[in-house]
């Protein structure tokens, strides 16, 4: 999102000032998130402007100083401010980015094993992802149309289903939602990684929560730049990763953190049934 903002100060004097020194904390600061894109300070009829120390806090300090006589005075800020990168700048921090750690944007960029190039999925995406569009707008934005138009059905797809199976039939579980948003972003420059872990789920009102009823649970991590960090969308649902949402592990996809992998040597079937309970712990003061 961008934003222009115009802040101005006006001073009317009763008899003409013949001297003034002000300090103007006008200027937004350099925080992470945002970003100055324009500045203008603009002083009327006239005066002198410097940069000063500021002595307290987080400030970009100017010292203004009127030495001519003078009835009024206006002051004008005009600031332009981006509130977070978009699609384009993302790409480029990402490529220029030295971080090798497991962390790192670099790490998830390209196409994995269970989610490569599609160009169906890429295409589809796109549509979302314009590179002059804010990276947070353009993350929730995908999400939401996901979850729209994708149906949750634990029938349709398997843990190996591959994310072109799952976008033809739209429909799956969390693991498929999560893959196809990554193979858009990556196909876009764009790193994102898989997260997993647990959702908490809440009862409708009135009815008593299930034991077991909760879920093991995967999203998206988009990687918004040096500022932001890793960003959690949850694309089974349309909504931002928050209190609700733990995370297990991070990887390309989801081979690289299933809870439990293993051989196991035999000859009789298996089977596995998963039960998880997400519980907020109510604290007591004693």
Known sequence: MIYDIRHVTRFDYGASVK???CNLRLRPIHWSGQALRDYRLTILPSGRTAPAR???GLANVVRLVVAEPVRHLVIESVSRIAVDPTLA???IAARASRDASPAGPANYL???PLIPLDRDIADWCAEDLHPDRPSLDAAIALARRIQREFTFDPAATLVDTRPHEAFVKRGGV????AQIMITGLR???LPAAYASGYIRTIPPPGE???AGADATHAWVLLWCGA???WVGVDPTNGIWMASDHIVMSIGRDYAEIAPIDGIVLGSGAQKMEVSVDVAPVVETVT
């Open 227 to 229: 500022d932001l960090g």
């Open 174 to 177: 969390c693991q498929d939602f």
């Open 187 to 189: 196909a876009a420059g």
């Open 54 to 56: 500021a002595e307290a």
């Open 19 to 21: 001297f003034a020194r």
């Open 208 to 210: 008593a929560r299930l």
């Open 110 to 112: 390209f196409p994995s």
């Open 89 to 91: 700048e993302v790409a």
